[in-house]
C-alpha cells in the first residue's frame, strides 16, 4: 500500500511538470499562451528598458553616466556614487591611513596603543623565574598584590610593605622582590614607558635626555622604560613606531643612570636582573639616599630628567612625601616626572612644586638663577589649582589607564588566560621655566577628510561658474600638496615645512585641552569633557555642522587626547561639589545625568507624611472605585 501510495504522487508531480513545460514553450501560439505579452505605452517601455541597462552595468561592474548625474570627465564620479555598503569599505580603508586625521589631531592622540615588554626584558626576568619555586612564587604574588574580598581576582601593583625585624626581612626580602619583578615591574614599565613617551613627543628632539636620577628605582623598571623610550636617533628612526620587541637597552641615548632605593630586596633583584644583558654605553648606580655631591648646576640640568614612580603612596606621612618632591626639585633636573597610581598625591605634589617654582620668581636673591619659575607640560594645559583636586572627599580623578600585552609568565602567575592588561595611573610632568606663550598662528587642522570637503567645495563652485578670488584660487592649489600642511583658508595661506609645522605644534599643544574622561559619542555631535588651559573642566560640543574635519577628528579622539578644535558654540563649564554636602548649579555638575540627580530636594519628615497621606488616599479612591464596578456587574 505505501508503495502504491508513493507511485501515485510521484505520477502526479511528472504529470504537472508536463503540463508547465508544454504552456510555457515558446513554440505555442500567444493565444492559447497563459502568460501572453501585454500591449505596454512605448514610454512605460523605454523606461523598463533603461531599468534592465543599469541591472546589467551594476551585474557588470562598470559604469556609465546617465544625463544629469555625473559630467564624463569627473575624476571622483566613482567615489561620489558608491553604495552604502562600498562608503563603508572605503572608510575602513581611509581610517588605516595616517592622513585622514588632521596633523593637529594626530599629534594630540599620539600614544601608545598597547606596550609590549621587549624581549630582552623578558628574557632576564624569564631566567629569574626559572631559578625560583613557581608555587612559592604564585603563593608570595596573591599575598603582595591580590586585592582581598573581591569576587574576582583583582591585581593591584602597590608595594608598601614593611618589615617588623631585619630577621623577617631577610627571610622574605628576596621572595618578595622576585614577586615584585614579575607582577609589579611589567605593569609600572608600561605607565612609566607611555608617559616618557608621550613627554618625548612633547618637548621635541631639542630634549635630549642624558641622566636620570630615580627615586624610588625597586627593581629598574624606570631603568629600563626610560632605556628603551630614549633610543639613539638612527635606531629610532629604523624602528617601526609600534615595534617594541626588538627594542634593546644597549642602543639607549643616556649616559647615566642614578637609582635611588632603600629597599635592598628589590635593588638586589634589580641589579640580577641587569647581570646578563648587554648595557652598552650607560653607566647604571644605586644608593640608598641622594647625596649632596649628586646635585647638579641649574644650568647644566637641561638634559637630566628627575623620576618617580609609584612611590608617593608607599610612604607613609605627609612630611616625607614633601621630602621627596624638595629633594627632587633641589636635585638640578630641569623635567621632574611624578607617577602614581593615587591621584591625590600627584596633584599635591604638582601643586608643591609649582609653589617652589613661583617662590624663585620672587626671590631677589635668585635673580641671576635661569631657569627660573616652573610650568606644566602634561598633562594640565594650564599652571593653575587641579579643578579635580579636593583632598579627602574628591570622587573624580584625571587618571589615565595604558594597555600592557602580558608576557607568558605573567600570565601563568596570576592563573589568567586573558593576554591584556590595563594599568590605572597618574601622573604630572613639570618643567622649570616660565610657560610656553602660545603662537598666533594655527597650523594643521586640515586632513584628508577637509582636503577631500575643500575640492568638492571648489567643484560645486566650477559648476556654477563662480570665479574665486587669488587667494581662495591659491589656497585650493595647496590644498593638493598633501605633504604640505595648510593653514584657514583665507588671504593668508601659509605652507610650512613638516619639521616647521611640528614645532609650531608642540607650542600650541601647551592650552589644548585634555580630554580627562570618555568621549561621548552621538550621531550628530560630540561631547567632550576636557581641562582647558582657563583651569576648569569644560563641556565641548563638536557638531557634524562644523565641518567633516573637525567632526571625524573628535569621533576619533579618545581618553587622554589633547583636542586642537576650538568648539562652535562656548563651551560649557563644569564643576565638582566644593565640600562635602555641596550641589553645584543644576546642570553644571561633572559626570553626571539630569534624570540621576535628586535636584536638590532635601527630605523632611513632613513630607514624608503628606507623601503617605496621599498614597493612602490613593487607595481608598481606588477600592471604592472597584466596589462600584463589582456592584454594576452584578
Avoid at 29 to 40: I, Y
Wanted: aromatic share 6%.
Amino acid at each position: 500500500m505505501l508503495r502504491l501510495g508513493c507511485r501515485s504522487t510521484l505520477g502526479v508531480v511528472l504529470r504537472r511538470q508536463a503540463e508547465i513545460t508544454r504552456y510555457s514553450s515558446t513554440s505555442v501560439p500567444h493565444a492559447v499562451h497563459p502568460n501572453a505579452p501585454l500591449e505596454l505605452d512605448p514610454a512605460f517601455q523605454a523606461l523598463l528598458k533603461d531599468v534592465e541597462i543599469s541591472l546589467h552595468n551594476k551585474a557588470s561592474g562598470s559604469f556609465t553616466p546617465r544625463e544629469l548625474e555625473v559630467y564624463p570627465d569627473d575624476p571622483d564620479a566613482e567615489m561620489d556614487y558608491l553604495t552604502s555598503a562600498e562608503l563603508d569599505a572605503q572608510d575602513d580603508l581611509l581610517d588605516k591611513k595616517e592622513g585622514r586625521k588632521s596633523p593637529a589631531a594626530a599629534f594630540g592622540s599620539q600614544r601608545v596603543a598597547s606596550v609590549v615588554l621587549p624581549s630582552e626584558l623578558q628574557s632576564t626576568i624569564g631566567r629569574m623565574i626559572a631559578e625560583s619555586d613557581k608555587h612559592a612564587l604564585r603563593h608570595d604574588a596573591q599575598r603582595l598584590f591580590m586585592k582581598a574580598g573581591s569576587s574576582q581576582a583583582e591585581w593591584i601593583p602597590s608595594y608598601d610593605v614593611k618589615y617588623k625585624s631585619g630577621k623577617e626581612a631577610g627571610r622574605h626580602a628576596m621572595s618578595d622582590a622576585t614577586a615584585f619583578a614579575t607582577v609589579a615591574l611589567p605593569a609600572h614599565y608600561s605607565a612609566i614607558y607611555a608617559v616618557l613617551d608621550h613627554v618625548k613627543q612633547r618637548l621635541g628632539p631639542e630634549w635630549d635626555v642624558r641622566r636620570v636620577f630615580d627615586w624610588g628605582a625597586a627593581t629598574g623598571s624606570g631603568l629600563w622604560a626610560s632605556g628603551h623610550a630614549f633610543q639613539r636617533h638612527g635606531d629610532a628612526q629604523i624602528r617601526a613606531p609600534g615595534d617594541m620587541e626588538d627594542i634593546q637597552i644597549s642602543h639607549t641615548s643616556l649616559d647615566s643612570y642614578l637609582g635611588i632605593d632603600k629597599r635592598e630586596g628589590l635593588v638586589r633583584i634589580g641589579k640580577r636582573l641587569m647581570r646578563d644583558v648587554e648595557m652598552g654605553g650607560l653607566s647604571v648606580a644605586w644608593q640608598k639616599s641622594f647625596h649632596e655631591d649628586d646635585v647638579i648646576a641649574r644650568p647644566d640640568g637641561s638634559n637630566v630628567m628627575a623620576l618617580s614612580a609609584f612611590l608617593l603612596s608607599s610612604l607613609p606621612t605627609h612630611v616625607d612625601r614633601k621630602l621627596l618632591v624638595k629633594e627632587m626639585w633641589n636635585s638640578g633636573a630641569e623635567v621632574i616626572v611624578l607617577i602614581d597610581n593615587n591621584f591625590e598625591l600627584v596633584a599635591e605634589s604638582r601643586e608643591y612644586l609649582l609653589k617652589l617654582g613661583r617662590k624663585e620668581l620672587e626671590d631677589p636673591e635668585l635673580e641671576t638663577v635661569t631657569p627660573k619659575g616652573a610650568h606644566v607640560v602634561a598633562p594640565c594645559p594650564h599652571d593653575g589649582a587641579c579643578p579635580l583636586y579636593h583632598p579627602g572627599y574628591g570622587k573624580l580623578e584625571c587618571s589615565f589607564a595604558q594597555r600592557m600585552q602580558r608576557p607568558e609568565f605573567v600570565r601563568k602567575t596570576k592563573h589568567s588566560g586573558t593576554g591584556h592588561e590595563d594599568t590605572s595611573y597618574s601622573y604630572a610632568v613639570i618643567r622649570r621655566g616660565p610657560r610656553p606663550v602660545r603662537p598666533s598662528m594655527k597650523v594643521g587642522r586640515i586632513g584628508d577628510v577637509g582636503r577631500r570637503e575643500l575640492v568638492k567645495d571648489d567643484q560645486s563652485l566650477s559648476v556654477t561658474e563662480l570665479q574665486l578670488d587669488a587667494n581662495q584660487q591659491h589656497a585650493l592649489e595647496l590644498v593638493d600638496q598633501v605633504a604640505l600642511p595648510l593653514e584657514d583658508v583665507g588671504s593668508d595661506v601659509v605652507a610650512l615645512t613638516p619639521a616647521e609645522t611640528a614645532a609650531t605644534l608642540r607650542q600650541e599643544a601647551y592650552s589644548w585641552p585634555r580630554l580627562v574622561f570618555p568621549p561621548l559619542k552621538r550621531s550628530g555631535h560630540m561631547i567632550l569633557d576636557g581641562c582647558t588651559a582657563e583651569g576648569q573642566i569644560m563641556r565641548l560640543t563638536i557638531p557634524r555642522s562644523q565641518g567633516k574635519q573637525p567632526f571625524y577628528d573628535a569621533r576619533k579622539s579618545s581618553w587622554g587626547d589633547i583636542f586642537p578644535h576650538e568648539p562652535k558654540n562656548p563651551p560649557q563649564v563644569r564643576h565638582q561639589p566644593s565640600r562635602p554636602g555641596h550641589t553645584p548649579t543644576e546642570g553644571q555638575d561633572i559626570g553626571k545625568r539630569r534624570h540621576m540627580r535628586n535636584h536638590g530636594k532635601k527630605a523632611s519628615y513632613g513630607q514624608l507624611a503628606e507623601d503617605i497621606k496621599q498614597s493612602r488616599k490613593s487607595q481608598r479612591r481606588a477600592r471604592r472605585l472597584a466596589d462600584a464596578y463589582a456592584d454594576d456587574e452584578d
